[in-house]
């Protein structure tokens, strides 16, 4: 059943069955092009990854989760030198197949042993199993773990590899960061190297997928219930209220100082990825939007330099893994924005302008980027293939 175009709150949605439109499409770059506007979809992340002779044994554990779905297909896209691969699972979810580029995979019960007998194993999954598990698998493969077990850990690389893909070489277990913090320091860190940096303020516009599948089936049955209305109001049980038609502006467990616990890991991913100071000033406030898949985030940089938009800009329309979408003069002004980023492997990056807060001295802009590829399972692959280009993986 569809329901006719409804605007609420601010909110448009032109069908409930757009919704089925981004629940999880496969992996792919350069997913949407933008006729007319400013924008480059990157070739080295859209072209297959050309590793020379190496096969590898590849271990997946959670590959039947969101994060996990879309590792297979990153492996599988970028061409991915996977001799064989291995599926680990639950009790739930061992015998049953995966159907992927090499062939039927049957779902094997997951036992540390047999994962350590991989070169390299990707895990998505909770932070309590990783703790539990991610070290064993380590001593016998390379270990790139989804989860924030490890990130704070000083002898744990984080890794973002086109900012800091030195940090991998000579380990066995690596973090991926929060996706938040990885599709903004797509952009903030080419800008933050050329022009310095005295401060970043962020503001984050999160889409439900944050909260995975479960979150995006709430926000779906919620606004199916609205527009119908059989509801006046939406039920949550995921979220903290009620998110079709609102914005929550709270994300993960509230810390002493007042921010939440998502809003300081971008905090201290950033100084650790970066090679910031300890006290390097980042202040963050991560919203939860009522979209479906992709993050979106408002960046002030306060810089140590006289900053160049134009410098700026082309700067960003040269940097590995992003995507300049900033046209706005324009009739169809062009810009990043979640329903253009969903999908794609770039981190769409536009509204570039100085910032009237520090003048000379700072810039703003506006990204966009797909959480579960950029912000996790891309990263990830990205990660592996950097172990091998340093002979890590060989």
Partial sequence: MKFTALALAGFAFASVDAFSIHKYPSSFAGARATPGARTRSNEQLASPFRPGPLSATVGVVGATGAVGKEILGCLENRAFPVDKLRIFGSARSAGSTVKTKWGDVTVELFDSKAAAET???????????????????????????????????????????????????GKNLIANPNCTTAIGLMALDPLMKKFGAKRVIMSTYQASSGAGQEGMDELKEGTIAVVSGERDVAENKIFAHPLPFNVIPHIDKFQDNGYTKEEM?????????????????????????????????????????????????????????VKLVDDIRSDNPKYPMPLTATGQYDVEVGRVRRSEAFGDYGLEFFVSGDQLLRGAALNAVLVAEECIKNGDLA
């Fill in 119 to 169: 070169d390299v194993c990707f895990l998505a999954v909770s932070g309590d199993f990783a703790l539990e598990h991610a070290k064993d698998i380590a001593k016998g493969s390379i270990v790139i773990d989804n989860s924030s077990a490890f990130r704070y850990m000083p002898d744990i690389p984080l890794v973002v590899p086109e900012i800091n893909g030195k940090t991998c070489k």
């Fill in 265 to 321: 890991k971008v905090t201290w991913e950033t100084r650790k990825i970066c090679g910031l100071a300890d006290d390097f000033p980042v202040s963050c406030t991560a919203v939860r939007i009522p979209t479906y898949r992709a993050h979106s985030e408002s960046i002030v940089l306060e810089t140590e330099k006289p900053v160049d938009v134009a410098a700026a800009q082309a700067l960003l329309d040269s940097s590995p893994g």
